[in-house]
């Protein structure tokens, strides 16, 4: 779903000169006038701009804060945070009057480098329908967005669209899942919807000791419903709430902290594929096997068995990923990258292996005869994989090579693939899939003089200490769309209830 843009309120350049720093997107001014008043301007301190704005909004000197960041949101090609916070000044009309149209510009500029308060913050206001035109759907995409980057209040929110099947479809077992991961942020609302949940039996067995643990801790964090709910399930035994001494807000919580007992260790295996070298020319590629490797030193690192095939043919391909698979059990962590082109056809998402015949006048179903459809390999996963995990990371989305051949039916005509998650066995949770893209539907994965900056910043992402799959891939998606200025920025979509680190803290 793509994000709408902003109301009709922009006039081309007489907005503009109304707005100097604050220029909406899209078609309606060009997005050049943006770099040429930075020239102009003279904006060369934007990182320390940033770092007073945020100096002074912290003592409530919101006019000066203002200033400041307008010129560090121009200076330093579009800093996400600042970005944010600015939407946010305008959104409340803190040192400025309320004005809901450019708090959603500078709100969907964060939100395109990764930002998830911004994501959180367009879900809310389409919500509610403040500013923007009351919308289930796109509150829903946009709490997705962050939710998957691991922000615990558009956890919480999403959580709740599922239980009312708002803008997406019902799904208690998914809610849980949601609350679940909230909670170990310390987030009290999350705590207590979890709580609900168990006194229920909705989306998980009902468990009297699990609701009155749960909220026990949201009481603890001050939510009052909760304590009144202790109150109703156990008026006599009851322990007295504890009272915590408020947060630090200069610390950050833990991400992702669950309170479940501790997991055995599971085995980790690796799958890298790289296709580079096509037996039609025109389709070949310089960085694939160099990626591949890049990523191969990282996974060792992490502890994963890793196999790496180059070149594979259709043949090949999938012999390899299916013996690959069938090696998956209850006691593993799967990771499986694919380097290459991908394409969408008909709305589903095929890998090109070495061997693929390009010509004239291909149609769909004989580019489909010729290509991998990796959902379906998930899809037939078999009863021994439940409760593993299974990490796809598709680095495909290149440029199409159907695009400029003529040829017919090969879904919208965009470049590269379709964004979507992978779903394996039954779809039913039991087998949890992490499916990661290098870019976003509609935008073309770059390639480095060595390496690609995706493979780069995966890399290196990796190995850092303590990082939890979904913090470690959001990370990955800010420093991408900052090496290529926004013209890629990864995605990814979550199907999992348990925590996942690379390389666990020293």
């Known amino acids: 779903m793509q994000s709408q843009g902003l109301p009709g309120r922009w006039n081309g350049p007489a907005a503009a000169l109304a707005h100097p720093y604050a220029l909406p997107t899209g078609d ?53 945070e600042a970005q944010t916070l600015l939407g946010m000044m305008y959104l409340k009309g803190q040192g400025t009057e309320k004005d809901t149209v450019l708090a959603t510009y500078w709100f969907q500029e964060a939100a395109r480098q990764g930002n998830a308060t911004a994501e959180r913050t367009l879900g809310e206001m389409y919500l509610a329908g403040n500013g923007l035109p009351q919308d289930d759907y796109q509150a829903a995409y946009w709490t997705q967005q962050a939710a998957d980057l691991g922000d615990a209040p558009a956890q919480v929110t999403l959580g709740k669209l599922r239980l009312d099947g708002r803008g997406v479809e019902r799904d208690a077992h998914e809610a849980f899942r949601l609350f679940s991961l909230a ?15 168990y006194e229920r039996g909705e989306g998980t067995a009902a468990d009297r000791e699990q609701a009155l643990r749960w909220y026990r801790a949201a009481s603890a964090g001050g939510l009052k419903a909760a304590a009144e709910a202790l109150q109703r399930l156990s008026p006599a035994t009851a322990p007295a709430p504890v009272v915590l001494q408020p947060r630090n807000p200069s610390v ?28 039609d020319a025109s389709l070949d590629l310089s960085g694939p096997i160099n990626d591949a490797r890049l990523i191969q030193a ?9 196999t790496v095939k180059t070149n594979l043919t259709l043949v090949q391909m999938n012999r390899d990923i ?21 394409v969408e056809i008909g709305g589903a998402n095929y890998l090109i292996p070495a061997d693929f015949q390009m010509r004239r006048g291909l149609t769909a179903t004989e580019a489909v005869a010729q290509s991998v459809d990796i959902a379906a ?17 598709l680095d495909a989305c290149r440029d199409n090579p159907f695009k400029s051949r003529g040829l017919k039916g090969l879904g919208d005509g965009r470049d590269g693939l379709k964004t979507i998650g992978l779903t394996g066995g039954n779809g039913d949770g039991t087998v949890e899939t992490f499916t990661a893209y290098a870019a976003a539907s509609g935008q073309v994965a770059q390639d480095g003089v060595q390496n690609g900056p995706y493979a780069t910043a995966l890399a290196q992402q990796m190995t850092v200490p303590g990082q939890v799959l979904e913090v470690m891939f959001r990370n990955v998606r800010q420093e991408v769309a900052r090496r290529t200025a926004n013209q890629q920025i990864p995605t990814s979509y979550a ?5 996942f680190i690379f390389v666990p803290s020293k």
């Open 322 to 342: 299916s013996s690959f698979l069938a090696g998956v059990d209850g006691n593993t962590v799967s990771l499986l990258y694919y380097s290459g082109h991908g």
């Open 298 to 306: 990282s996974l060792v690192k992490a502890g994963f068995t890793v």
């Open 28 to 80: 309606v001014v060009n997005r050049g006038v943006v770099l040429g008043l930075s020239v102009l301007l003279g904006l060369g301190a934007a990182l320390a701009g940033k770092q007073e704005g945020m100096e002074f909004y912290n003592k409530g000197q919101y006019e000066q804060a203002l200033a400041e960041l307008k010129d560090s949101v121009l200076g330093n090609d579009g800093d996400p």
């Open 252 to 279: 950050p919580a833990s991400p992702l902290v669950t309170s479940a007992a501790p997991t055995v260790k599971k085995k980790r295996i690796a799958l890298l594929i790289a296709d580079q070298n096509y037996q």
């Open 377 to 393: 390999f998930y899809a037939r996963m078999p009863a021994q994989a439940e409760g593993s995990l299974n990490i796809t990371i």
């Open 495 to 499: 199907n999992i209830s348990s925590e």
């Open 183 to 197: 909670a170990g942020h310390d987030d009290a609302d999350a705590q207590y919807q979890l709580a609900q949940l």
